[in-house]
């Protein structure tokens, strides 16, 4: 087993900080009406499968950085509908039409810490293909 390098410490890192994002995010509304919608509960359940493999990605990163590469792909495309549902429901509306109980406000919404946990997610997955690449 070799040494684990710059970039492992950097996959590690930048997937517990994506992972650190998506609780702070996802937490507070995993026991309100936002888990219990038809299409915003699976957005949900998605999120916080993401960040659970955010974390054990985090950890492997030391150990198997290859495997790690791929699992921290995996979870940012997991991430990603619940932050585009954040900042941009009326898309969302347009594409799976039904019956909504609240009224869209704006089809794009401001949401500082969707758009982090958005920039979190291209970092790893900038990361992840660097580190995919060089283990090979």
Do not use: H
Request: charged fraction near 10%; hydrophobic fraction near 55%.
């Amino acid at each position: 087993m070799d040494k684990p390098t710059k970039q492992n410490y950097l996959l590690g890192a930048s997937c517990l900080l994506a992972a650190l994002l998506q609780l702070w995010f996802a937490f507070p509304l995993d026991g309100s009406e936002f888990s219990g919608g038809r299409l915003t509960g699976p957005i949900l359940n998605l999120s916080d499968y993401g960040g659970n493999v955010f974390l054990i990605a985090g950890v492997l990163a030391l150990f198997l950085p290859r495997l790690a590469s791929v699992m921290a792909l995996a979870a940012g495309f997991l991430c990603l509908p619940l932050y585009l549902y954040s900042i941009a429901p009326g898309i969302f509306r347009q594409l799976f039409p039904g019956e909504y109980k609240m009224p869209i406000a704006s089809s794009f919404t401001w949401n500082a810490l969707a758009l982090a946990g958005i920039a979190s997610v291209a970092v790893v997955v900038c990361i992840a293909v660097y580190c995919f690449k060089k283990s090979s």
